[in-house]
Nanobody, 124 residues
Framework: QVQLVESGGGLVQAGGSLRLSCAAS????????MGWFRQGPGNERLFVAG??????????ADSVKGRLTISRDNDKGTATTYLQMNGLKPEDTAIYYC???????????????WGKGTLVTVSS
């Protein structure tokens, strides 16, 4: 069992930066690939970025390549996944969800555990 709690969302101007965090509890964090997904107003939840068990492999949605960076810390004391967001655009406005999956690359339908999300709003 893995519990996920996101933080770091907020209001930012276009071109600005935010760093999202996803804190995981449970001893099996290092057994899961981790990812970030987002859901904009009236839209379905979409994949943003994923990272493998060890952190050695990452993959991104085309719309965020070069602007967003996913990373993870598997240390027992932290067990956190991050999403560094630079060059933010109004179309990045969404609720961002952290997910843990047994499969890599990550897809929405293969996520085992979800967090409750954190809201990111980018003003123009």
């Amino acid at each position: 069992q893995v519990q996920l709690v996101e933080s770091g969302g907020g209001l930012v101007q276009a071109g600005g930066s935010l760093r999202l965090s996803c804190a995981a509890s449970g001893r099996t964090f290092s057994r899961y690939h981790m990812g970030w997904f987002r859901q904009g107003p009236g839209n379905e939840r979409l994949f943003v970025a994923g990272i493998s068990l060890s952190g050695s492999s990452t993959h991104y949605a085309d719309s965020v390549k070069g602007r967003l960076t996913i990373s993870r810390d598997n240390d027992k004391g932290t067990a956190t996944t991050y999403l560094q967001m630079n060059g933010l655009k109004p179309e990045d406005t969404a609720i961002y969800y952290c997910g843990a999956s047994s499969f890599y690359p990550l897809t929405r339908n293969a996520v085992n555990y979800w967090g409750k999300g954190t809201l990111v709003t980018v003003s123009s």
